[in-house]
């Protein structure tokens, strides 16, 4: 089995091809266009990442696993329905809460650094963030997307959990290209 034996390849294809039409498809929305600047170069960052999720995804899943029902962690149920619940919420609430803000911020750092053409110091990449998405939009999706997208996420077999993270986060980029062309 592929995603079993060789899960960071794996992982890396999944997330560099979807995230890569998700670019697209953000493009096409922006421009009309499907043509996107700098399309390899992103590939390969969405691809290191999908490697990364693949990772920290299993990092809190058995985190959270072998912490429930313990002093530490005590939400745990008699109700394999429900365990399952409190295991894909209680592992997507703090993967979210830990990893998600700090993965997008340097996700941005790479596109700015793409998109310029060399490598942005810290303070210059700061200043040119909007403090808006920042500081309201992006913790809000974190909260109202991507927490329950998660727990969906979670509920899943661990071979299908960073495919399923590629597609939510194809149509999260579907669902803000629709919603920046209404307004």
């Given at each position: 089995?592929?995603?079993?034996n060789?899960?960071?390849?794996?992982?890396?294809?999944?997330v560099?091809?979807?995230?890569?039409?998700?670019?697209?498809?953000?493009?096409?929305?922006?421009?009309?266009?499907?043509?996107?600047?700098?399309?390899?170069?992103?590939?390969?960052?969405?691809?290191i990442?999908g490697m990364?999720?693949?990772?920290?995804?299993?990092?809190f899943?058995?985190?959270?696993?072998?912490?429930?029902?313990?002093?530490?962690?005590?939400?745990?149920?008699?109700?394999?329905?429900?365990?399952?619940?409190?295991?894909?919420f209680?592992?997507?609430?703090?993967l979210?809460?830990?990893?998600?803000?700090?993965?997008?911020?340097?996700?941005?750092?790479?596109?700015?650094?793409?998109?310029?053409?060399?490598?942005?110091?810290?303070?210059?990449?700061?200043?040119?963030?909007?403090?808006?998405?920042?500081?309201s939009?992006?913790?809000?999706?974190i909260?109202?997307?991507?927490?329950p997208?998660?727990?969906?996420?979670?509920c899943?077999?661990?071979?299908?959990?960073?495919l399923?993270?590629?597609?939510l986060?194809?149509?999260?980029?579907?669902?803000?290209?629709?919603?920046?062309?209404?307004?």
């Amino acid at each position: 089995h592929v995603v079993a034996n060789y899960p960071y390849v794996s992982g890396f294809i999944k997330v560099g091809i979807l995230a890569s039409f998700g670019e697209m498809i953000k493009t096409r929305g922006k421009t009309g266009s499907y043509r996107t600047p700098d399309l390899w170069a992103k590939f390969i960052v969405w691809g290191i990442y999908g490697m990364l999720f693949t990772l920290v995804f299993a990092i809190f899943a058995k985190g959270i696993g072998g912490l429930s029902g313990s002093p530490v962690w005590p939400f745990r149920s008699d109700s394999r329905f429900w365990n399952t619940l409190i295991f894909a919420f209680s592992t997507s609430l703090w993967l979210n809460l830990v990893f998600c803000y700090p993965m997008m911020m340097t996700h941005e750092w790479f596109n700015t650094c793409i998109a310029k053409r060399r490598i942005l110091g810290g303070a210059e990449f700061l200043k040119g963030l909007d403090p808006h998405i920042w500081g309201s939009y992006l913790p809000k999706s974190i909260v109202v997307f991507w927490i329950p997208a998660h727990t969906i996420t979670f509920c899943l077999p661990p071979d299908f959990r960073i495919l399923m993270s590629a597609f939510l986060s194809l149509a999260l980029g579907f669902i803000l290209t629709i919603s920046a062309k209404k307004q």
